[in-house]
């Protein structure tokens, strides 16, 4: 297996983060984490990447341990944050010349994996990372994790905010990398996006609810899930909470999960609502 999770718990003061996950993910395998925010994605993704201790539990990743070999995992992930982290003030070219020489690489000698990438950031790489757009600073954290050839890609809701039209390019890209043989395990909080995984776990409040491909998934869930999306999200969760009718209300990403108690269901009563 390239990625090995066995029982892993991490608690922060009183909130249980991740609670006694356990999953696996195949060599080459295009895996996604899917759940609504504090769920626990970020949290195993820091766990799995060695930034975070668990509590208890294993790991590994590419055949590694997480805690006794993490220097090697350093050097066989490529992680992307859910947040921009690339240097601001930086150009394009700069921040991933800065990257490979982490990794005692260079562009040109990885350039083949990242060419679709780059290709179309590559007109800009005079251009501070600051000024780029949403789409553009995407493909440039990508190519960042990337530039090192590594073995497993680890992507935390990398598309969230981004357009259609880039959302659409960036899992083009990913699958295009899936066929090169890297093992991708992605977080979304879209469900167009999660049934363009091999396979895909729930995650709820710390545990995994279902592992299984996205089509089986959907066909045995026992209610109609409903995205819905406001120009002010909080009073949006705050209101469905209020519905009498309201069976179960998550924040997912830009959108609100909304399923109801009621079989014969109208969606248009909500817009009246």
């Known amino acids: 297996m390239s990625i090995s999770v066995k029982n892993i718990s991490k608690s922060f003061k009183t909130v249980n983060a991740v609670d006694d996950v356990s999953f696996e993910v195949k060599e080459g395998e295009l895996f996604g984490l ?37 220097k090697e995992i350093r050097n066989h992930v490529g992680y992307m944050p859910g947040k921009f982290s690339l240097y601001q003030d930086l150009t394009v070219e700069e921040n991933l010349t800065f990257f490979a020489t982490i990794f005692g690489t260079t562009i040109e000698e990885n350039y083949e994996l990242i060419k679709d990438i780059y290709v179309q950031i590559e007109p800009f ?57 890297i093992t991708i395990l992605v977080s979304t909080p879209y469900m167009d996006e999660a049934a363009l ?63 109801d108690k009621r079989e014969d269901f109208n969606p248009q009563e909500l817009q009246q609502y």
């Open 197 to 259: 995984c091999d396979r895909i776990a729930l995650i709820q409040h710390g545990k995994i609810l279902q592992i299984d491909d996205p089509k089986e998934i959907v066909k045995h869930f026992p209610t109609t899930i409903y995205d819905i999306k406001a120009a002010n999200i909080y009073k949006l969760l705050l209101a469905l909470k209020e519905y009498k009718h309201s069976y179960s209300v998550y924040p997912f990403g830009e959108f609100v999960h909304y399923t």
């Open 125 to 181: 790489k005079n251009r501070r990372a600051g000024a780029l757009s949403g789409g553009m600073k995407q493909k440039l954290a990508l190519s960042c994790a990337l530039i090192h050839k590594p073995k497993v890609l680890f992507l935390d809701e990398p598309t969230t905010g981004v357009d259609p039209v880039s959302r659409k390019e960036f899992w083009e890209m990913l699958k295009r990398l899936q066929q090169k043989g």
């Open 34 to 70: 899917i759940g609504p925010d504090g769920a626990g994605k970020t949290t195993i993704f820091r766990i799995l990447t060695t930034l975070l201790f668990a509590d208890k539990g294993t790991a590994t990743v590419a055949g590694f341990d997480v805690v006794d070999d993490f």
